[in-house]
């Protein structure tokens, strides 16, 4: 079995969880291939037995790969889409970082996780992915995400206007900071901070979330997945933000965007007792009672 590792950086507080996933790999006869800006940032303290394989960029990754491991947070998480693409290959999230959405399992788990994979005792969650079609190419090849895409005004410029459309009937026009169409993975993200609602995984749906509307009686909205969303932004600057989880572009107000379910999704492994209801319950607090 061979498993590719990824990571953005190394926080040196996190050298001995480092050493036990590569030695609990080892003990497992898994090989990892390492993401090579990833190794030169441990290569200090990480001192393999033998030659390690590395990848540096998407087309180092073919099927030969069984897992990716992602080290750190949610953020990190999301970097892995522009390497796995639709390749099939299931991302496990560690995380080393803060909430943990999406990397949910703890480094205080990293022998049950890497035992789950050598014993195939774990459950994949298929999650969809948002994809945008633009009239010039954006996001280098890469224009999916899997929590978001959202439409901002540039830094302190005034708020913009977004004409928005569902099948090319008119929806909305949003006079706001932004527009978000977050998939359900992405409802508990950016989209939720913006008071959006929570949608669970496999609800096959949009959430449109407006940032710090003008009008106060415009309030998020579901929609279906099957639905293209397309927009025509007007505002007193000639450029917009276009972001896709945590990468941006700038773009002139000229170019034509609209956003779709991507045709193909990304693999989540999770330990078998974790699930989408613990995870709000751990993560927002739900239920607990601070009085008591």
């Known amino acids: ?157 005034p708020m913009i206007k977004i004409h928005t459309y569902l099948n090319g009937e008119f929806l909305n026009t949003y006079w706001a900071d932004g527009l978000i169409v977050a998939t359900p993975t992405g409802s508990t993200g950016y989209s939720l901070s913006c008071s959006g609602p929570v949608v669970f995984p496999e609800s096959a749906s949009f959430v449109i979330t407006p940032v710090s509307p003008h009008n106060l009686n415009v309030r998020p909205i579901v929609v279906p997945d099957n639905n293209v969303i397309s927009f025509e932004v007007e505002g007193r600057t000639d450029h917009f933000i276009c972001a896709l989880d945590s990468r941006k572009e700038i773009v002139d107000k000229k170019i034509q965007i609209a956003v779709r379910k991507e045709n193909f999704t990304i693999s989540l492994v999770r330990l078998n007792e974790n699930n989408f209801l613990q995870t709000l319950r751990q993560k927002l607090s739900w239920g607990l009672d601070t009085r008591n």
Do not use: C
């Not at 949610?74 to 796995?84: E, Q």
């Not at 943990?100 to 789950?116: K, N, Y």
């Open 1 to 157: 079995m061979k498993v590719a590792i990824y990571s953005r950086t190394m926080d040196y507080g996190h050298q001995k969880d480092i050493l036990q996933l590569f030695d609990e790999l080892a003990q497992k006869n898994i090989e990892p291939v390492i993401y090579y800006p990833f190794f030169e940032s441990i290569q200090s303290f990480f001192n393999p037995s033998s030659p390690p394989l590395f990848f540096h960029s998407p087309d180092d990754l073919d099927q030969s790969i069984d897992f990716l491991i992602s080290l750190g947070g949610d953020g990190t998480l999301l970097d892995t889409v522009t390497f796995l693409k639709n390749k099939n290959i299931p991302a496990l999230g560690i995380n080393f970082g803060r909430l943990g959405f999406l990397a949910g399992i703890g480094r205080d788990e990293l022998h049950t996780a890497v035992q789950a994979l050598a014993n195939t005792t774990y459950v994949i969650d298929k999650r969809s992915l948002i994809h945008l079609d633009s009239s010039v190419p954006l996001f280098h090849g890469a224009p999916y995400g899997l929590n978001e895409f959202a439409i901002h005004k540039t830094d302190i410029s």
